[in-house]
Structure formats: C-alpha cells, structure tokens
T-cell receptor, first 113, second 112 residues
Framework: GESVGLHLPTLSVQEGDNSIINCAYSNSASDYFIWYKQESGKGPQFIIDIRSNMDKRQGQRVTVLLNKTVKHLSLQIAATQPGDSAVYFCAENRGSTLGRLYFGRGTQLTVWP | EAGVTQFPSHSVIEKGQTVTLRCDPISGHDNLYWYRRVMGKEIKFLLHFVKESKQDESGMPNNRFLAERTGGTYSTLKVQPAELEDSGVYFC??????????FGSGTRLTVV
C-alpha cells in the first residue's frame, strides 16, 4: 500500500504487506528529516532519521528514502503488522532554524489482519 | 531513564478561564520544546528553550500564551484567557543536543 501524505491522509494495508508512506517538503534548506509514529494517546515516537547528505537509510523493518531533486521523503515498512497501526508524521529541520521541526499533516496507517 | 512527563493529560476548561500545562523534560536535557496539534492538522512548533532561555518563540500564536522554564528544569505553558481555537493536544519534547527529540504523551486541552 502507498500514500501520498498530504493528499491522502489514510492508508489501509493487510498484515504482512509492505507499506509506503510519502511526504513532500518544499524548503531546499531542509537538511535533516525524521519520521515519527504516534499511537493513540501517546506522543510522537522516533522511528528513523536521515540527513540530506544521504538518500537511503535502513532500520529494523523500516527504510527511509530521500529524493532531494523532487523534495520527496518516503517511509517504507516491511511486513506490516497490526502494531504498526498509527499516525505517521514526517518532520524536517531547516538548517537555519536551530532545533525547530516542521511537521507534515500525518498519515493514518491501518493494518488489517 | 525516565521520559518526558506532561500533566495534566487532559484538561477541559471554559472559554475565558486560565490553564497551565506542565512539562518535565528528561533530566539533563537542555533543549525543551513546546508543540501543538489542532484536530486533524499538522503538529506546529510553539517555542524552544535552551536551559532557562527562550531560544525561539516565533511559533507562539499570541500574547495569551506564556511559557516559562524556571531554573532550566521543568517548563509551564499558560493560556490566559483561553479561547475555543486553543483546543488541541500540546506536546512537550526535550533533547540533549538539537536533533533527536523525546516527546511527552501530551496534554489534550478542550476549551468549551
């Protein structure tokens, strides 16, 4: 399953499938990107990050891809599980704004058994 | 290590009243941030403390919002007087260095 972030804020996938959540950013000065997962009643939880000098980074079952040419970020979740159901946010840091993060609207991922 | 603690977890107040939210960051984290998420919208930055100093408060919506961080430890965010549009979830986050934050669970504020 795949989402386009701001234009499709929900994504439903079947357990075991791969999920792709997309995010577009507009500021070419953005140099650090983070994906967060937010479960109901909890705060955003760090998943994976990537700096602008990289185009791919892998974690456990997750991969982040960065395409600076088209200002696009994606989060791939392999073998999606029901516990992955949550809202996923991309966030960017624009080098000139110190620690401040700019968040996307979020994508609701629902995993069906 | 204890996480970022926020309280109350929920607050329901009437328009015109005052509410104070509190955040206890991870011990030793100099950077403390406040963010807010209004229903269905993105999480928006409010302000950033480095120790007790306001590093960036450009996200504070208006002068009804006052944030403090006495002694560089816990922080409070006061809304006075509260308006309906202030409803949302207020998140606090802390970090040792600028970059990877740890968020609290948030305070859900409802103004009626």
């Amino acid at each position: 399953g795949e989402s386009v972030g701001l234009h499709l804020p929900t994504l439903s996938v079947q357990e075991g499938d791969n999920s792709i959540i997309n995010c577009a950013y507009s500021n070419s000065a953005s140099d650090y990107f983070i994906w967060y997962k937010q479960e109901s009643g909890k705060g955003p939880q760090f998943i994976i990050d990537i700096r602008s000098n990289m185009d791919k980074r892998q974690g456990q079952r997750v991969t982040v891809l960065l395409n600076k040419t088209v200002k696009h970020l994606s989060l791939q979740i392999a073998a999606t599980q029901p516990g992955d159901s949550a809202v996923y946010f991309c966030a960017e840091n624009r080098g000139s704004t110190l620690g401040r993060l700019y968040f996307g609207r979020g994508t609701q991922l629902t995993v069906w058994p | 290590e204890a996480g970022v603690t926020q309280f109350p977890s929920h607050s329901v107040i009437e328009k015109g009243q005052t509410v104070t939210l509190r955040c206890d960051p991870i011990s030793g984290h100099d950077n403390l941030y406040w963010y807010r998420r209004v229903m269905g919208k993105e999480i928006k930055f409010l302000l950033h403390f480095v120790k007790e100093s306001k590093q960036d408060e450009s996200g504070m919506p208006n002068n009804r919002f006052l944030a403090e961080r006495t002694g560089g430890t816990y922080s409070t965010l006061k809304v006075q007087p509260a308006e309906l549009e202030d409803s949302g979830v207020y998140f606090c986050a802390s970090s040792l260095h600028m970059g990877r934050y740890t968020f609290g669970s948030g305070t859900r504020l409802t103004v009626v």
